[in-house]
């Protein structure tokens, strides 16, 4: 990991309470809340919303506008695309039924886990209580409203498997009999599945 110092841009607004990791930059107009924790090595673009206590893993790359609000976790090496929202309540309101105002106190958390080496393409949503597992490839403009399996590429509203997504990014078809791809990815070569899944 590197042992560059943070290079965090003027105008990001960083809490004193967050963790940076060495080599990681923060762009402009980015905004990191209290307790939050950014490893090392990422990029956090423009805009960028990290809420109290999100958790970025040692090289993330989070890009412009995207909101990860608490509760996300995104271990080593995650890709985020531009304009992506992380929800955390899956039944929100501004209100109670009396109509006095919603606290803090007034609703639960479901926490969002993107495991490593995965990546979620522009504008996608991810609904709150979900897990993408490892390598998992969410296409852009997709809405996941259930788990991801590691490998598998999913896009659409609600977000649908077409396929299996090689470590390189490149779709690897289901078989015509609905299995999942074996044989060696014909962009890089590499045996899937893997044989080591990290
Ligand atoms: C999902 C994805 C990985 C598929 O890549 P691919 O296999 O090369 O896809 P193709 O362009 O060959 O398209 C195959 C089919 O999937 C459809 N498709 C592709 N991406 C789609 C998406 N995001 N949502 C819905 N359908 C999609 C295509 O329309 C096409 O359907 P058709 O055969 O009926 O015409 C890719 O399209 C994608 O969304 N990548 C993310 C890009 C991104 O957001 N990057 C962020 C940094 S800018």
């Known amino acids: ?100 105002p919603k606290t803090d106190a007034d609703w639960e958390v479901s926490p969002i886990l993107v495991r490593h080496g995965a990546a979620l393409g522009a504008n996608s949503t991810v609904l709150a209580g979900t897990t993408i597992g490892r390598w998992a490839l969410v296409g852009a403009g997709s809405v996941v409203t259930h788990d991801v399996a590691d490998f598998e590429l999913v896009v659409g509203n609600p977000a649908r498997r077409v396929g299996s997504a090689c470590r390189c990014g490149h779709r690897l078809p289901d078989g015509a009999d609905g299995m999942p791809f074996s044989g060696r990815c014909p962009r890089c070569g590499e045996a899937f599945p893997p044989e080591a899944d990290a």
Not at 3 to 26: K, L, M, Y
Not at 48 to 63: H, I, L, N, T
């Open 1 to 100: 990991m590197s042992e560059r110092p943070a290079r965090i841009h003027p105008t990001a607004d960083v809490a004193a309470t967050a963790e940076i990791g060495p080599g990681t930059s923060i762009w402009n107009q980015a905004q990191v809340r209290e307790g939050a924790r950014i490893g090392a090595d990422c990029i956090i673009g423009k805009n960028v919303y990290v809420d109290v206590g999100v958790v970025v893993g040692d090289r993330g790359k989070v890009q412009n506008n995207s909101s990860l609000y608490h509760g996300v976790t995104l271990e080593y090496g995650v890709f985020i695309g531009p304009h992506v929202c992380f929800t955390n309540d899956r039944l929100p309101r501004a209100i109670n039924p009396d109509g006095s």
